[in-house]
């Protein structure tokens, strides 16, 4: 299976599971298929007289006494029961096709799960250390190969975005660097971030942090910056921001001097503590403790070289 030539929705919840576990719940899902079509294409095709009459043998021969005969006047109630019989009949084998159906596609029950072996995973990034087995995993909204542990989806999801930020304003020629919460998650969320920050073993960087009333600062940085700003390659959030497309041309047309580019995050991608329960409960593992999205917002100011 080529994992990444699915739609987004269809791939954006997996789970890797040992061979055997996957190739028989795939031989159930095709054998209860079959099964299903087998029994619609047989009321499709119409019922043969014979089968038409048989639902009135089923019945106890007390239920026929005092029922007109064929050819002796009436034959309404005879024809009532058959069509009766025929509609129990036919609406007993379609619950037989639902259940069946339903009991295909409960497994894996929790909102659309792809289960998939060790191998179909093997164009997929994951964290050091995974695959894990029974472990659900979710990919990223941005970068198609990246999938993350449920449990840390968000925050390594923001952290990528906000990582990707700091890129592009140090590739842009940033000498200084403040980045305040106005938003959401603040410093203790960043403190456990796992980005590339300025820090004061890097060359000409200087690091502190402080507060302030309106906004949380988490850190400012001083940089040698560039007066030869570009683009990086390979941004995956960019294309989908117009304001840091705006500082980026005001800087390379025009020689910006001072910015502040905000980070956003505010979609949950249907990553819910209401999904995270359903996969507990359904004996699936979340690879940590769940960490619920918050709509955030961090603002990175500062000047570019001149």
Known sequence: MDVLALEYAERQLIVVQRDEQILAHR?????DSESGQSIAAAFSRGLTSSAILSPLFLLPRVALRGLPRPGL????PVVALAVAGV????????????DMKQSS?????????LPLRTAEIASLQ???????FDTVYVGHPARPAS?????DFHRRAFEHKFSEALRLVTSLGATTIKVSAVQGWGREFSAGLQVGLPTAKSAGAKVKSRESRRREFLYSAELAGSTDPVIPSNLVWYPHEDAWQEIARQRVEHGLRSFELRVTYQDDFSVTSELAAEVAQANFKLGGEFERQQSTIWAITGTFAC
């Open 87 to 98: 509609a129990v009949a036919a609406g007993a084998a379609a619950g037989v096709a639902a």
């Open 73 to 76: 006047g009436g034959r309404g």
């Open 105 to 113: 596609s409960a497994e894996p029950s929790v909102r659309g799960i």
């Open 27 to 31: 031989r159930r899902s095709d054998a």
């Open 147 to 151: 999938y993350y542990p449920l449990a």
């Open 126 to 132: 994951l964290p050091l250390g995974h695959p894990l």
